[in-house]
């Protein structure tokens, strides 16, 4: 079964695009069948991998003309099993034509229907749009990723706890369901800070239905800045814990990740695992 997993966060720079890319390349490298959407008008997960094809179209074209997946729109990264539908459209008018159309908002969903892949990641823009919007519509999973930076978690939370209200009753009445959001921490470190934004969360997501906290906590290491500087997939880059560190390698981590939201591929995952040993 295809799983559609977007990335969301309507703040900006909170480690959005460095999760869909350090997933997916994971995932691809497990052997999983792996398609990144960039969905933001800053081509950030676009311009992550070296491509060893270029696709003449990208995101433009997918959704205002309708198109099949095809060699037209799907670009191949040098990661085998790893393949990115481009954005394309750096003044955003896509944006503008979505928010006319009256399927504007489902029609990701419905085009995404015809991709086989194992895994698509919907990369998307820091800020409240129809983008959003259409990319919450078409996922079974939504991560979110929130840093102790992140100028009030509590605000963020608030923020999407009003666009899920907002979406919801549309979204009943064409018989989808929103997934829960599952908050991943990112950038943690042992300050304080840290420690106190992770409870802040926690006791939020514990009088609230409609999100919860991933197990799985992103610390905050120079490996992530090195890799993306090098466009190197982080658990390539750092497939072993250093000597004397206490946080985990980011290859655990992005392990642990994939292990925590995609169950159903314990297998494969772990298989992968063992080669490496
Ligand atoms: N766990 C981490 N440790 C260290 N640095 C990180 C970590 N996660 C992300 N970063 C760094 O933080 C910066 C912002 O990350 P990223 O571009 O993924 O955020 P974003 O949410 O996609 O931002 P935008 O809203 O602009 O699209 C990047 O320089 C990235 O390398
Ligand atoms: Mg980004």
């Not at 969301?8 to 869909?20: D, E, L, Q």
């Not at 390349?25 to 094809?53: E, K, N, W």
């Not at 955003?92 to 399927?103: F, I, N, R």
């Not at 666009?163 to 018989?175: I, V």
Request: hydrophobic share 45%.
């Amino acid at each position: 079964m295809k799983k559609i997993i977007a990335v969301t966060n309507s703040k900006g720079g909170v480690g959005k695009s460095t999760t869909v890319v350090n997933l997916a390349a994971l995932l691809a490298d497990a052997g999983l069948r792996t398609l990144i959407v960039d969905l933001d008008i800053q081509p950030t997960a676009s311009s992550y991998f070296h491509l060893s094809y270029e696709a003449p179209f990208g995101i433009s074209e997918l959704l205002s003309q309708n198109l099949s997946p095809s060699d037209q729109v799907v670009s191949r990264t040098s990661i085998d099993g790893l393949d990115l539908v481009k954005s394309n459209d750096p003044s955003g008018s896509l944006s503008t034509s979505l928010l006319h159309a009256p399927d504007g908002r489902i029609r990701l969903r419905r085009l995404l229907a015809r991709f086989n892949y194992d895994i698509i990641l919907l990369d998307t823009q820091g800020a409240r749009s129809v983008v959003l919007d259409m990319a919450l519509l078409a996922a079974d999973m939504v991560v979110s990723p929130v840093t102790p930076a992140t100028l009030s978690a509590r605000e963020f939370i608030r923020g999407m706890g009003t666009l899920y209200n907002d979406l919801s009753p549309m979204a009943e009445a064409m018989g989808i369901t929103i997934p829960t959001m599952r908050v991943l921490l990112n950038q943690i470190d042992n300050t304080n800070n840290s420690s106190m934004v992770i409870e802040l969360v926690k006791d939020m997501a514990a009088e609230e239905d409609w999100f919860t906290v991933l197990q799985t906590e992103v610390p905050d290491l120079v490996a992530y800045k090195n890799a993306s500087a090098l466009g190197v997939a982080a658990h390539r880059y750092e497939p072993k814990r250093p000597a004397g560190r206490q946080a985990a390698s980011c290859m655990e981590t992005m392990v642990d990740l994939a292990l925590e939201l995609l169950p159903e591929h314990e297998e494969t995952i772990t298989a992968y695992c063992k080669t490496l040993k």
